[in-house]
């Protein structure tokens, strides 16, 4: 049988306890039939209140779970009505820059397009598409064109020696370095040009030396481990590596770069040290990228 003590306390009787607490709870045994009655009446009213009890505590269980689930539900609502909220906002500052630009584009063209004009408009949007077009075809074909170079910056440089010496000596510079640093074999039959840009400076620098390699290959290899240059000879240590690249490509990275060192400098001060912003992909689709120090 299952009692209660009055509290929150349940407990589970034998069958011969609960003859005893019956017999007890009618103060004594009892023989006559009305005292029986008595007593299983008094036993029926002690289990409906326990059970009472147990469905009161049961509510209030209930009830502080739903509270809490509603709650949550509620914060959930919120975030997303701020959420919201936040899209609008920027979606109608976007409205009101593209109602401003519109605008300005209607005071600036503000006149039919009929006639001799409007061929007139079309033919010069036609010319402007047919350059845009070109300029991009160029640019593809001068990007493939560099795609087997490198530039090396440093190479010693004997300014007084004739073309055909420095050229010798460029080659067995780059062709050393190749297999001492990077561990790639390089002859005559794998470079198809050589030469060293621009004019000799009016200071002590050296010129870049270009080399154009036949198989992309070559390249990629020694691309791949250009750090190790920093762990080489001394002969080799001083000189660093790049991609050729063209005027555009150079322009968009130097873009980069200055964003990215923007970025670097606005770090927090618990940041700084911890993290830093570089820039990868040039020769190909540069992007800025946060890494750890």
């Known amino acids: 049988m299952l009692v209660t003590n009055g509290g929150s306390v349940l407990k589970w ?16 045994s009892s023989s006559t039939p009305d005292g029986k009655i008595d007593q299983l009446l008094t036993l029926v009213q002690r ?54 630009k519109l605008s300005q584009g209607d005071q600036v063209t503000d006149r ?35 795609l087997s170079n490198i530039i090396i910056y440093r190479v010693p440089e004997d300014r007084k020696a004739s073309p055909e010496v420095r050229r010798a000596s460029d080659f067995t510079y780059v062709t050393e370095m190749c297999g001492e640093v990077f561990d790639v074999s390089i002859g005559k039959e794998d470079i198809v040009k050589q030469f060293r840009l621009g004019s000799f400076p009016a200071d002590d620098t050296t010129r870049p030396l270009l080399i154009s390699f036949k198989d992309v290959e070559k ?20 000189a660093s590596i790049a991609h050729d690249l063209t005027p555009r490509q150079r322009e968009v990275l130097h873009e980069l770069l200055d964003e990215a060192g923007k970025e670097n400098r606005a770090l927090s001060d618990g940041d700084k040290g911890n993290f830093k ?15 750890r120090c």
Do not use: W
């Not at 034998?14 to 009618?26: R, V």
């Not at 020769?283 to 800025?288: C, D, G, T």
């Open 219 to 238: 390249k990629n290899a020694i691309m791949y481990d250009v750090k190790k240059l920093r762990q080489s000879s001394d002969r080799f240590r001083n």
């Open 13 to 28: 009787l034998c069958d011969k306890c609960q003859l005893s607490m019956t017999m007890g709870f009618a103060g004594g």
């Open 277 to 291: 912003f570089i820039v990868v992909g040039a020769h190909k689709k540069p992007k800025i990228i946060k890494i």
């Open 112 to 146: 039919p397009l009929t006639g001799d004009s409007a061929d007139s408009d079309r033919a010069v949007v036609n010319a402007d598409l047919q350059e845009a077009v070109r300029r991009k075809l160029d640019e593809d074909r001068d990007v493939e064109s560099r």
């Open 47 to 100: 289990l409906i209140d326990t059970f009472q009890h147990i469905d009161a505590r049961f509510d209030e269980k209930t009830d502080a779970t739903v509270t809490a689930q509603i709650d949550t539900r509620l914060k959930s609502v919120e975030e997303r009505l701020m959420q919201m909220e936040c899209r609008l906002a920027k979606n109608e500052d976007r409205c009101i820059s593209s109602e401003a």
